[in-house]
C-alpha cells in the first residue's frame, strides 16, 4: 500500500523524539560515566557522578519512557493512528 | 485459526469475562486483598514467634505458605487455549503487565546478589543499577510498541515473519534457547541457595522443591498463569525488600526515607575509609597476610620440595605428639592436619596459588574493597601504570552498562511480556509500569548496600571478639565461605581485615544486622524465592515456546491442532526444568558470570536483528542471519577464549589475550556492532526484501494504518 504525506509525518516526527530521547538517555548514561571522576562536587551528600549513578540516572530513564509513551499516544489521535479500544 | 479466539470468561478469576475495564476493577480488588493478607500473615507469624515459634518452623511456614500460593494461582488460572497460553488472553492491563514484568524481570542476582555487588565494589556496582533499568529506554524507544502491533507469540516469530523464512526463525530459536537456559540454571541455583537456607534441607532437595512450585505454575496455565503469579511475587518481593532498609534507615538517620538520606552516610563511610587506611591494628593485620602470601610465594617457587618439607614436618609433630603422650584431641589435630597436605605436587600448586590469592587481597587495604565513593581504580594524573588502571576500569565499566543495557533490550522472556497488552498504547504505558516498578528496588540497593557498610564500619570493627553480635556466628554456621571471622593479630578486637564476607548474604542478614525479629528475615528470603522464581517462570515458558510454537508448529508440522501444541508446549516445559535443575545441581563454577554471558549473548544476537528490522527496510534474510551469526559468534569466542571457567570446559592453554583490556563479562561489547555492521553491509550487497515484507514494516511501525489490510495479530 502507498503512505500518505500524513503517515510520513507521523513516523519523521517519531524518529525525531527518538532521536532526542535517547541522546540524553547517552549522556546521562555515557557522558556523566565517561567523566565520573571530573564530576565528583557534593551532591546533598553523594559525589555527583555518583549520585547520577544510583538515583538521577534512573529519574532520567523513568521520565524518558513516560514522556515517550505520551507524546507518542497523543501523536496517534493527531494523526490518526490510534486503535480503537474496548474501554 | 481455530481454537485461537479469545476464550472470554471460563468460569475463573483470571479468566477475565467482561470489558477490560471490569476486568481491571477486578484485579484491583483482588490483589489489594492480596496484599492485605500478607501483611497480615508476616504480623501473625511475628506473633507467633514471641509466643515461642522456633526459627525453624516459621522458615517452613513461609517456604510451603508462598510456593502453595503460586502453585493455588496456577491452578486458578489453568488453560489449554492457545492464545491464553501464549500471552494470556492479550488482555493484561499495563500496570499489572509492569508489574509481571518487574519481578519475571528481578531475579535472584537483582534481588540478593545486586546489593552486596554494590557493598563489594562501590561505584562499580552502579553499572549493574544504571544497566539494568537503562535499557529499558531501549525497550520503550525500539522494541516494545512494534512487538506489539505485530502481535504473534514469540520472538522468533518476529524474525521469521520480517527476515521471511524458516533460517532467521530457527536461529532466533537457538538463541533463545542458549539465553534462556543459561539464565534459568543460575535462577533455579538461587532457588536451591535459599531454600536450603530457609528449611534446612540438603541442596539438590531445595533445587526440586522450588521446581515443584515453578512447574505447577507455568504447565497448568502457561502465560496466563505466570502472569499473576507474578504479580504476586511482586508484591511479596518488594515489600520484603523496602522493610529492613527503612527500618536500618530509621535506626542510623532517624529519616524512614533511605534513598533521601544515605548520601550523608555515604560521607561518613568515607571518612572512616580514610580512617581505617590509616589504622595501626589493620596495618598489623595486613602485614600478617602479606607474610602469608610472601611464604605462599616461596613455595610456589619450588612445589615438590616445599611439600616435601610440608609433609614431613606434618608427619614429625604426629610422632612427637605421640611419643610425648599429648592429649588425644592435639594428636587428632595433628592427624587431620597431616591428612590436608596435599596429595601431589598439581594439587599443591593449585592449592597454594588460591590461598596466595586469597592472602595477597586480604592484605590490601579496606578488606581489598575499593572506596566507596570512588569512580574507577587507579589515577588519572598519576604514573603511567595507574593512568593505564583508571583508563581500563572506566573502559570495562562503560562497556559493561552498554552490554547489560542492550541485552535488557533483547531478552525475550522479557519482549515476549509486551506481546500480552490490550493495545500499543497499553504497550507503551507498560513499559513505563515496568521500569517504575524496577526502579523501586534499584532505587534503593545503593542505600541498602552504604548503610550496611555503616553498620560495619561503625559499630562492628573496633568490637571485641567476644561481643559481637549474633548473628555472625549464625551466618558463620550457614557457610563459612560466606562470612567468617577470626582474630588475626590475637588483639581479641574485631579489625575490618580479619572479616570475609560473600555478597550473597548482605541482603539476606540485613534485618539481624538492623537487629529485627527473624520473621523478617524469614519473609526476605519468601521475596528472594519470589524473586527467583518468577524469573524461572518466565523463562521456562520461553524457552518451552520457542520449542513449541517456533520450531514444532511453525517449521514441523504447520497443521497441528492448536491443543495439541499447548501439550507438547507443557511436556517440553517438564523436560527444559528437569535438565536445567540437573545442571544446576551440579553447581556450575561461576553463577554471576552465567548472568552476565547471558546478556551479552542476547545484546549480540537479538538487538541488531529486531531493531534494524523495524526502523530500516532495506534490511534483508541474507543480512539478518549473517548479523546474527556473526553477532552471536564473535561474543562467544571472546568469552570461551578469556573466561577462565570456560577456557577449562573447553580445553584453551594459549595465553589470555584481551582485547582493549575488555574483560569476558563486557564481550557483547564487540558482538553488538559487529553484528550492525554484518546486517547492513551484507543487505546492501543482496537484493532488497519482497513489497510484502516492506508493508509488513509500514503495519508495525503504526498502530493504526488506513487502508492497511494486513492483519499479523493471532489470537
Known sequence: MQLTESHKQYWSKNLRITAILLAIWFIVTFVVGFYARDLSFTFFGWPFSFWVGAQGSLVTYVLIIAYYAHYMNNLDKEYDCAEVEED | MAGMTPSGGDGSVFGGGGSNAEFKKGLNKIYTYYTGGFLLFVLALGIAEQMGLSRAAIGYVFLGATVLLYAGIGIMSRTNDAAEYYVAG???????????????????????????????????????????????????????????????????????????????????ILATILVGFVYVVAQIYGVGLITTRLAGVPFEIGIFLGLGGILVCSFLGGMRAVTWTQVAQYIILIIAYMIPVVWLSVKQTGNPIPQLVYGYQLEKVTAKEAELIKDPKELEVRAIFKARADALGEKLKDVPAALAADKAAAEQKVADLKAANAPAPEIAAAEKALAAVPKDADAAKKLWTTQRTGATNRSNQLANMPRHAQQFAGNPDGDEKARTAFDTSRRNFLALVFCLMVGTAALPHILMRFYTTPSVKQAR????????????????????????????????????????????????????????????????????????????????????????????????????????????????????????????????DPNAPASRRVAISKALLVVVALAAAYVAAQKPADILFLVGAAFSFAAASFFPALTLGIFWKRANKAGACVGMVLGLGITMYYMIMTQPW?????????????????APIGAGVFGVPLGFAAIILVSLVTPAPRK????????VRYPTLRGDTMNTQTN
Request: glycine content about 12%; proline content about 5%.
Open chain 2, 646 to 662: 570456560l577456557r577449562g570446559v573447553f580445553d584453551i592453554t594459549s595465553p589470555v589475550q584481551l582485547w582493549y583490556g575488555i
Open chain 2, 692 to 699: 510484502d515484507i516492506q508493508d509488513l514494516i509500514d503495519h
Open chain 2, 429 to 556: 504505558e507498560s513499559v513505563t509500569w515496568s521500569l517504575f516498578f524496577i526502579f523501586l528496588l534499584y532505587f534503593t540497593a545503593p542505600a541498602l548496600a552504604v548503610l550496611v557498610k555503616y553498620e560495619v564500619f561503625s559499630v562492628l570493627v573496633g568490637t571485641p571478639f567476644d561481643k559481637l553480635p549474633a548473628w555472625i556466628a549464625a551466618w558463620t554456621k550457614v557457610d563459612p565461605t560466606l562470612l567468617s571471622v577470626v582474630d588475626i593479630n590475637k588483639d581479641g578486637i574485631f579489625q575490618l581485615a580479619e572479616m570475609t564476607i560473600g555478597g550473597d548474604i548482605i541482603v539476606l542478614a540485613t534485618p539481624e544486622i538492623g537487629g529485627l525479629p527473624y520473621v523478617i528475615s524469614g519473609m526476605v528470603a519468601a521475596g528472594g524465592l519470589a524473586a527467583a522464581l518468577s524469573t524461572a517462570d518466565g523463562l521456562l515458558l520461553t524457552i518451552a515456546n520457542a520449542l513449541s510454537h517456533d520450531l514444532y508448529y511453525k517449521m514441523i
Open chain 2, 90 to 172: 492479550r488482555r493484561v492491563p499495563a500496570v499489572y503487565n509492569g508489574m509481571a514484568t518487574g519481578s519475571d524481570w528481578m531475579s535472584a542476582a537483582s534481588f540478593i546478589g545486586m546489593a552486596g555487588t554494590l557493598y563489594l565494589t562501590g561505584y562499580g556496582g552502579l553499572a549493574f543499577i544504571m544497566g539494568w533499568t537503562g535499557g529499558y529506554c531501549l525497550v520503550a524507544l525500539f522494541l516494545a510498541p512494534y512487538l506489539r502491533k505485530f502481535g504473534q507469540f514469540t520472538i522468533p516469530d518476529f524474525l521469521g515473519a520480517r527476515y521471511d523464512g524458516n533460517l532467521p526463525r530457527f536461529i532466533g
